[in-house]
């Protein structure tokens, strides 16, 4: 709905900026050039990037369009598994976490919480970092920094397309 009113919105002040400054509407509706211009588009676009990103920006689209994204509701699951992972870790200790970082889909606790499990990338974050920490190969102040550079690496990776 908002992607409509916000299309609609957008056209309508730019032809009527356009009609305002006396232009004739007809001189905008030129097919073949529009054929030019999306078709050098297109073939630039899968001329410059890999397939991956390809993809990517294809996904997009197509997740653009749809909508959606995270809500309100995604938001407090999030916290309330957060909470229920650190209470489990403060009254058990951190090696209590293990089973759940080393097998999420197994994990009753990550298993409650569907729109959490059903993003890889965000049970990959919380799931990998922890697994050093629990390890005791990292110390909180070094997974903080690991953490941080995994999100800048992410980040990364979704800008591409």
Sequence with gaps: ????????????????????????????????????????????????????????????????????????????????????????ARKEGVLALEEHVNDPHASKILGKYKSFSNDHHAVAFLCDSPKLFVAVVLDAHNMDELMERDLEVSHHEDLEP
């Design 1 to 88: 709905m908002k992607f409509l009113f916000g299309f609609i919105f957008v056209l309508a002040t730019v032809l009527g900026g356009f009609v305002l400054h006396h232009g004739n509407l007809m001189t905008l509706v030129i097919p073949t050039e529009y054929l030019i211009i999306i078709g050098c588009l297109i073939g630039g676009m899968i001329m410059k990037n890999p397939g991956y990103v390809l993809i990517g920006v294809l996904k997009g689209i197509v997740g653009l369009l749809k909508g959606g994204g995270p809500v309100k509701k995604d938001y407090t699951e999030l916290l309330q598994m957060m909470y229920e992972l650190l209470q489990l």
